[in-house]
């Protein structure tokens, strides 16, 4: 029984550490997430040319809806910004549509191809001084009528790197809700946080600026799927800072179900698998030669999903409750902390009033999320 309860006790311990580190790392960024978000950039003497960049799979009449209304609101200079289309098979109609616009269109040379190769279709068409920045959207964006103004005072500041805020527009199911939460507590946590932290804010794949010459010359190194991951990478590993701008709001659609939010998190993980291995090469390496924003970034891409994290502390509460009571009280401690630091990381106003009404189909999602991973690894096992 001693034997026993001593294997149970050290099971408990090296379980709690590994619990722990991450619940810890994001209650830190919980509380540097609170406050209001002041913008530091005074107004530009300059304005700079933009290359606006539109990435589209399949949906033609979603990009044509976007790019009208940028056209439309956008109050910078139209003799200041280009817009231009990666066009991934599209129908024809759409085509002779974005055809009669004033946009220049790239259709990729493979029919089936990654957002990463697209992109760099379309850069290899310009040369790096033909504009300053160049601004990356999905199809389905939507941004606020200063964006352009704002990337440019932080640009003319000296900003080459900068991550918008992007939330969700269709606030119409459940599954659609608990998702827009989920996306607004990450831009708290990993780019917000981040960025008063002294740490480069995450990226997240769209509504990203980048200085255009340096864009230009790394877009051709990019590997992989997950925009977002390559340029991390890429900038981290140059020392160039991120920005987080909150102002600049720029408007998604997310899953709308649970089957969407399925493959859409199945997209995720895709890439997540080969970002986890790259950080345990050289996380060690990062932080023996002092690269602390690199270390965080490296370190991030190591923490399990949130989802992932709430299960195995359920999980493994009622385990040890079970098995022996007197061992509990600490992960009910760390739960109570995880559940905290959602709490002030949500965000303010129609999403975070819409979250309260929905959170009873929360453990849908944190399911489907799981199912997702499970799915993923027997894949896996079977090839």
Known sequence: MNENNNALQIIDAVLFLLMAIPVIYLFICALFSLGKYKNPYPKAKKQHRFLVLFTVLRNGKEVIESINHFLDTQQYPHEKYDIAVAATQLPEEDLVTLLQMPVNIVVPDREVCTKVYAIQQVMERYSPDEYDMVVIFNSDNRVVPTALDLFNNAYYSGCDAIQAHRMTENLTTNIAVLNATSEEINNNLFRKAHTRMGFSSALIGSAMAFDF???????????????????????????????YMEEVVCYSKKAESANGYEAQHIGWLRSQYSSTILAMKRLPFALLRGEWDYANKLFQWLLPSRFLLIACLILITIVISALDWTLSLKWFILIAAIGLSFLMAL???????????????????VFTSNASHIKRLAGRKRK
């Open 347 to 365: 965000p303010e106003g129609e999403v975070s009033k819409r979250f309260i009404k929905v959170v009873w189909a929360l453990p849908i999602l």
């Open 213 to 243: 010459e340096m864009f230009h010359e790394v877009a051709p190194t990019l590997k992989g799927s997950d925009i977002s991951k390559a340029m991390e990478t890429v900038l981290l590993m140059q020392n160039i800072y991120t920005e």
